[in-house]
Structure formats: C-alpha cells, structure tokens
C-alpha cells in the first residue's frame, strides 16, 4: 500500500518500522518540528523522524497542518491509499482527512471511547484501570471520536506508565498490520463509538504530580505509576521536590496527619496518607539520583513526625 505516516514520539516508533519491515510503501513521514531541548537549548530530533530519516524516508515538518497548502499539495499528488497517524499531536483538518483513499487510521492507546485524549496510557493508570489496550479507528475531525477499526486488550497490572507505553506500542504495530489488509480488501467493519461511555484524558501538566496526602494510599500508588516517567509524583522535603518513584500501600491504620513521616527505615518511608500508610520504596531528592530509600537514607535523616508536602 501507498502509506503517509504521521507521528512524533518514541510511542509510534514501532508502527513506522513495522510498515516499514512489512514492505509497504512510505512516501513521506510528517512529524513535528524539532523543538530545542534541555539547558543547552539543543535542537534534538523527534524519535520518528529520526527513524524516517535511517530508513531514507522523505520527512515533512510543517509548522501546522490546517491551511498548510504546500503540505496538502504534496499529498494530493503522492496520493496515499492511506494515511497512518500514531501519536502526531496535532487535530488534523477535514482537508487533510479527505486525502487518501481508503481513509485516515489512528493508533490509539486506549480502547476507546474510554481515555479519547492526549494523555490515554497515563490516565488509565491514575484511574485505577485494570485494562487498557489500543484501538485502530477512522479519524474525523472531532477528538478521537472515529468507527473503530480493531482492538486489543492489555492488562495494565503493576506496569507504570513508560512499561505499559512500550507494551502498548508494540501491540499498536502489530495491530495496525493485521488490519491494512482487511481495510484494503473492503472486509473491515467499522463500529461506531458510544458516546455515552466516551471518558476523555486530557494532557499532564507539572502540577498533576503534586500528592496530595489526604488521599488514599492506593490512589497514591496509582499516581507513582501513572505519572512515571513525566512528570513523576512529588512533594515537598527541606524546601526542595521530593520525588516517590516506587511506593506501596500498607494496610496499617494511621491516625497521624497526612503527609507525615511515621517511620523511615531500610524497609521504606512509611507516610500517613488516607487513614493509612503509604510506603515509598524509591524516591529522588533535588538534583540527585533515584536511591532506593535504603540508600537514600543512608546520606540522608529523615525524623519520625517530619510532614511532607
């Protein structure tokens, strides 16, 4: 098939390589401009264009895509069967989606309609998910809200957010392969979504990291797992971000104040959290590695009665 691919991060990676190893077509990767990054300012490529460009794949970089006309020109004359979308990152216009013949596709991580939205992997795991998985669907100009194509179920289990991402991608590819032939052929069957148990996911911010102790444990644990590795779930300790990398839930009742340190010792730092205990077993202190909180505390004394946060 005569493929566009549009994509940005590591996530839609392996769909580029596996259109790419299955021998179809590619005639242009469109991902995003190259940002500058870190202190230095460095201008770093996107992880998919990085691999377009290994693969000698013509790359397109337009800073928008709507009433972009040199873009739209160039598709229209390379005239795609299909345009693939994995993680691109920007609402594409009716233009655009109107190109190829068979359709635009979207990877989606999430089986929709639940999680529509920028943030799906890690919002289902601040949810409490049991399952995510991923969805291939007709795109249309409304946010995530196209027939469904294909799904595939994939329980979340202890994964944080950057494992479930890599199993997530992988299974994408895998998907997106087994279901071009069946949309090229003409025996797909599209099923609409029900826009009553449509949830959305909308985009992390900084701030969503902060914890907030008064919750229960399990929620806690939910966002140490969801928001690693970005924005990773934080307070505060000696005026500087604390971050928890690693935590559990205790069942030991607390009546202390949230956030305050019960104990510290080889086996954790126990904090009341919720009525109960959270016990964070890998943490980060400002501007040093992550330490299990074994080694953390070898360097560092943290007093029975201290309140986070």
């Excluded at 493929?3 to 839609?12: K, L, N, R």
């Excluded at 205790?250 to 305050?260: A, F, M, S």
């Excluded at 086996?267 to 205990?277: D, H, K, Q, T, V």
């Excluded at 299990?292 to 070898?298: E, I, N, T």
């Amino acid at each position: 098939m005569k493929i566009v691919f549009m994509g940005t991060p590591a996530f839609a990676v392996p769909s580029l390589q596996a259109l790419h190893d299955a021998g179809h077509e590619i005639g242009y990767v469109i991902t995003q401009p190259d940002r500058a990054k870190g202190r230095g300012k460095k201008i770093e490529f996107m992880p998919v264009k990085a691999l377009a460009l290994d693969l000698g794949i013509p790359v397109l970089q337009p800073e928008k895509v709507k009433g972009c006309d040199a873009l739209l020109e160039k598709l229209r004359a390379y005239a795609p069967d299909v345009i693939v979308v994995v993680a691109y990152g920007m609402i594409l216009p009716a233009e655009l989606i109107s190109i190829p013949r068979l359709g635009c596709i979207n990877v989606h991580a999430s089986l929709l309609p639940r999680h529509r939205g920028a943030a799906p992997i890690q919002r289902a795991i601040l949810a409490g998910d049991r399952v995510s998985g991923v969805t291939i669907m007709y795109i249309e100009e409304a946010l995530d809200a196209g027939d469904m194509l294909a799904k595939e179920e994939v329980e979340i289990g202890e994964r944080n957010a950057a494992q479930l991402s890599e199993v997530l991608s992988q299974r994408g590819a895998a998907l997106l392969l087994k279901t071009l032939p069946h949309l090229a052929d003409g025996t797909i069957h599209p099923e609409k979504q029900n826009e009553e148990e449509a949830t959305y996911a909308p985009m992390l911010s900084k701030r969503d990291g902060l914890m907030d102790f008064s919750k229960m444990p399990e929620e806690l644990v939910h966002m140490v797992r969801g928001l690693n590795p970005w924005p990773g779930a934080y307070t505060y300790f000696e005026g500087g971000i604390f971050k928890i990398w690693e935590a559990k839930a205790c069942d030991t009742p607390c009546k202390q104040p949230p956030g305050t340190v019960v104990r510290a010792d080889e086996e954790g730092i126990f904090i009341a959290a919720g009525g109960r205990l959270l016990c964070a077993s890998v943490v980060q202190a400002p501007g040093k590695k992550r330490l299990s909180a074994k080694a953390f505390l070898l360097g560092h004394r943290i007093a029975d009665g201290t309140v986070l946060g």
